[in-house]
């Protein structure tokens, strides 16, 4: 009996594993391409082994607009929203601006949402950092935008590290 159990409890955990694989595989096939501007970040964090650390301007943005909590304010948790949804603006080159936290109000045809979290006091976009193979640094020092896959519902994965041109980095781009 304890066999059967441990085997279903193992199909069980697979199948959520492979469902979530599936759906970020969606998310890379036919999510919207969105550009979020990188914003400055303490440059002793900035590269760190193999990963960059990463702070976006919207994330920034986003934090100045929701409610604070001046109670908390010295310990730098004096957000008072949760997790939520911003309306981003993209151009024609699909780099996103802020628009403001999604509230009632029916998105533009130039809109989308993108879900943010709320952690120790930052809002954060997908991810906080963006990991290369060990000695790639140098390919990604001039980034100044990450590329984000985006699907209706405002889930985003970041995807790739762009200069300033949008010129994508890395070192398979390395002959340009």
Same mark, same amino acid.
């Given at each position: 009996m304890h066999r059967k159990i441990a085997l279903a409890a193992l199909l069980l955990i697979l199948a959520v594993i492979n469902w979530s694989i599936y759906q970020k595989e969606q998310l890379l096939s036919h999510g919207r391409v969105v550009f979020l501007e990188l914003a400055p970040i303490d440059p002793r964090s900035l590269m760190q082994g193999d990963y960059m650390a990463l702070r976006f301007k919207v994330a920034n943005e986003v934090y100045q607009a929701l409610p604070k909590n001046t109670a908390s304010r010295r310990w730098r948790h004096d957000v008072q929203a949760d997790d939520g949804q911003v309306v981003v603006q993209l151009d024609?080159? @699909?780099? /996103?601006? *802020? !628009?403001?936290?999604? /509230?009632?109000?029916?998105?533009?045809?130039?809109?989308?949402?993108?879900?943010?979290?709320?952690? @120790?006091?930052?809002? !954060? *976009? %997908?991810? @906080? %950092? *963006? *990991?290369?193979?060990? /000695?790639?640094?140098?390919?990604y020092q001039p980034a100044s935008y990450g590329q984000f896959r985006v699907d209706g519902s405002g889930e985003l994965l970041l995807v790739a590290m762009y200069d300033k041109e949008l010129h994508e980095l890395g070192p398979e781009q390395k002959s340009r």
């Open positions: 024609e080159q @699909n780099i /996103g601006t *802020f !628009k403001r936290i999604q /509230g009632d109000q029916p998105l533009g045809p130039d809109e989308i949402l993108m879900r943010y979290r709320v952690r @120790n006091g930052e809002v !954060k *976009f %997908a991810t @906080n %950092a *963006f *990991f290369f193979q060990e /000695g790639d640094a140098r390919y």
